[in-house]
């Protein structure tokens, strides 16, 4: 089955500095990566995903690149503010073999004021 | 309002004693899922459901059980709880095969002593 991965498992920045955090898949046919927020005590919400047949997406300061040769994908952020703090879980499918998404362990984001 | 709801939100048990947690979402989705979150693990698939009538197992099925008679409806259920189940749960629904979104329901605090 799929393996998703992320590191590192935390990652403090400064507020207006650019975050960028990595996930890594094992399963060469998923072709389906979404980027989870959750903000403490709240429930995990999509902010962007990404399909295999792109490269690359951006929606405002947040933006999802994909390499399928090494099987990695990014999530960056730009411009952090402190409302960026959160956890972030990355997922993989492959949604044609299957409808079970696999989440990596979830990174825990601080931007420091 | 397009919503997942989940009861109850918060739940203290013994251990052996059967307990239900519902899920209910009015969006007319056709995926629904539930996941288990523990920390330093991130969100684990428990079992999932593509249809009515249709569900299958996630990656720590072991000590639960689902069903899906309704469309709206895809309740948790926990013949046996054991102190190992104590968790954060979420339901989760989406549209269907097509992958889009899904949207999380507020989460399930359980303790079972």
């Known amino acids: ?113 | 309002e397009a919503q997942v709801t989940q009861n109850p939100r918060y739940l203290i048990t013994v251990t052996g004693k059967k307990l239900t947690v519902t899920c209910s979402q009015n969006m007319n989705h056709e995926y629904m899922s539930w996941y288990r979150q523990d920390p330093g693990l991130g969100l684990r698939q428990i079992y999932y459901s593509m249809n009515v009538e249709v569900t299958d197992k996630g990656d720590v099925p072991e000590g639960y059980k689902v069903s899906r008679k309704e469309k709206r409806n895809f309740p948790l259920i926990l013949e046996s709880p054991s102190p190992n189940q104590t968790s954060l749960y979420f339901c989760a629904s989406s549209p269907g095969l097509v992958w889009v979104e899904q949207f999380f329901g507020p989460g399930t605090r359980l303790t079972v002593l």
């Open chain 1, 1 to 113: 089955g799929e393996n998703v991965e992320q590191h590192p498992s935390t990652l403090s920045v400064q507020e207006g500095d650019s975050a960028v955090i990595k996930c890594t898949y094992s399963d060469s046919a998923s072709n389906y990566f979404p980027w989870y927020k959750q903000e403490l005590g709240k429930r995990p919400q999509l902010i962007i995903d990404i399909r295999s047949n792109v490269g690359e997406k951006k929606d405002q300061r947040i933006a999802v690149t994909l390499n399928k040769t090494a099987k990695h994908f990014s999530l960056h952020i730009t411009e952090t503010q402190p409302e960026d703090s959160a956890v972030y879980f990355c997922a993989a499918i492959d949604t044609g073999a299957n409808s079970k998404l696999t989440f990596g362990k979830g990174i825990t984001l601080s931007v420091r004021p």
